[in-house]
């Protein structure tokens, strides 16, 4: 099956800092970028940025760009979003997807840019003093 | 990054077909940029329901489909079910992704 299957929930202070994970599994890991999203309560979906885990070449959101810090280590098939400073208003769900390609687009190199096809389950981040 | 606009709700009873738009800001929103459709129930991940505009996943129903006319992106779902009722995000790719404020679907 194929799955990403992320960290479970923190409770952080302010001013401490925390890395997410995301694992994949059931596919080649290499072959397709992941996101992340942040989902604030009650509000709708962000994108923060993503991960060619092949290389760890990354792009940010300018909303999020020094901010987060997003990662991967492909040896162990995950990828991680991580800060170094936590604040309150950064308590929210994240979530990871996989950004779809077919087969056709993995044998000619091609991204679609369209369309993330698996999800995690969600991690909820909660900082409070 | 281009702003894509939803409307925050809409409604329908059992049976019926709804639409919901998705309008983008730029003028190529239209011919250069693809849009899925995401659908979110309370307390779950968002599910892909359509891509390149108008493409199914597999396993996704026939009653949800896409189309997009100038700058607006529509996802219609016939048939309404009760649990067809959630929320529903339109994305784009504009040097990074957007996604729409989303529309909450109420099945009267």
């Known amino acids: 099956e194929v799955q990403l299957v992320q960290s479970g929930a923190e409770v952080k202070k302010p001013g401490e800092s925390l890395r997410v994970s995301c694992k994949g599994s059931g596919y080649r890991f290499t072959n397709y970028w992941i996101i992340w999203v942040r989902q604030m309560p009650g509000k709708g979906l962000e994108w923060m940025g993503r991960?060619?885990?092949?290389?760890?070449?990354?792009t940010y959101s300018p909303s999020f760009q020094g901010h987060v810090t997003i990662s991967a280590d492909k040896s162990i098939t995950a990828a991680y979003l991580q800060w170094s400073s936590l604040q309150a208003s950064d308590s929210a769900m994240y979530y990871c997807?996989?950004?779809?390609?077919?087969?056709?687009?993995?044998?000619?190199?091609?991204?679609?840019?369209?369309?993330?096809?698996?999800w995690g389950q969600g991690t909820m981040v909660t900082v409070s003093s | 990054q281009s702003a894509l606009t939803q409307p925050a709700s809409v409604s329908g009873s059992p049976g019926q077909s709804i639409t919901i738009s998705c309008t983008g800001a730029s003028s190529d929103f239209g011919s250069h940029h693809l849009v899925s459709w995401f659908q979110q129930h309370p307390g779950k991940a968002p599910k892909l329901m359509i891509y390149e505009d108008s493409e199914r996943p597999s396993g996704v129903f026939s009653r949800f489909s896409g189309s997009k006319s100038g700058n607006t992106a529509s996802l219609t779902i016939s048939g309404l079910q009760a649990d067809d009722e959630a929320d529903y995000y339109c994305c784009s790719y504009a040097d990074g992704w957007v996604f729409g404020g989303g529309t909450k679907l109420t099945v009267l």
């Open positions: 997807a996989r950004l779809r390609r077919s087969e056709h687009d993995i044998l000619t190199g091609l991204y679609p840019l369209d369309g993330f096809d698996i």
């Open positions: 991960i060619d885990p092949g290389d760890s070449f990354t």
